[in-house]
T-cell receptor, first 112, second 112 residues
């Protein structure tokens, strides 16, 4: 596709449930980033891939968060045993160089 | 102190005026600087990038960078109501693969 695609757009999870969020980056983009955005705040970095290698996961808030990009294209962000504080918009972005990244529409996660 | 600081606003300007948005950053190793626009409920959209000191103009937008003062600004000339959005400043550092660090964003409201 022409842009970064994320699914689902909206997800409601019961507390304690596991969720998986998908990101399909722009074709050919080497770098892929995951961000978490709370209401009224800027996006907060979670993790970064260059091809299939996860080069930086310093922003993952706990060991309940896990991301993968096994073939260097599609990426999945998994959150285990969701908690209410995990409610946020999860943004995926991809980039082909250091001249800025392009974002998907985001997944709004609500944990009830 | 956050690494990238913006005044959260809201900044209100009349239609046709110049809107001035400001951003400071704390890490002198910051390499590249970006402005993203985010409409309510939408994902961030890249509108400007700047890499060296001085001004960069693109249509009604001008980005200004002063590395000595660790200051980036965005000027929007002839502001339109459609410019009403949150503007996010983002920086990247050397050797971090294009990882964007965002400010909290400034909300701009252009009144007809």
């Amino acid at each position: 596709g022409a842009g970064v695609s994320q699914s689902p757009r909206y997800k409601v999870a019961k507390r304690g449930q596991d969720v998986a969020l998908r990101c399909d980056p722009i074709s050919g983009h080497v770098s892929l980033f995951w961000y978490q955005q709370a209401l009224g705040q800027g996006p907060e970095f979670l993790t970064y891939f260059q091809n299939e290698a996860q080069l930086d996961k310093s922003g993952l808030p706990s060991d309940r968060f896990f991301a993968e990009r096994p073939e260097g294209s599609v990426s999945t962000l998994k959150i285990q045993r969701t908690q209410q504080e995990d409610s946020a918009v999860y943004l995926c972005a991809s980039s082909s160089d250091r001249h800025g990244a392009f974002f998907g529409q985001g997944t709004r996660l609500t944990v009830v | 102190q956050k690494e990238v600081e913006q005044n959260s606003g809201p900044l209100s300007v009349p239609e046709g005026a110049i809107a001035s948005l400001n951003c400071t950053y704390s890490d002198r190793g910051s390499q590249s600087f970006f402005w993203y626009r985010q409409y309510s409920g939408k994902s961030p959209e890249l509108i400007m990038s700047i890499y060296s000191n001085g001004d960069k103009e693109d249509g009604r937008f001008t980005a200004q960078l002063n590395k000595a003062s660790q200051y980036v600004s965005l000027l929007i000339r002839d502001s339109q109501p459609s410019d009403s959005a949150t503007y996010l400043c983002a920086v990247t550092r050397n050797n971090q693969g294009g990882k964007l660090i965002f400010g909290q964003g400034t909300e701009l409201s252009v009144k007809p």
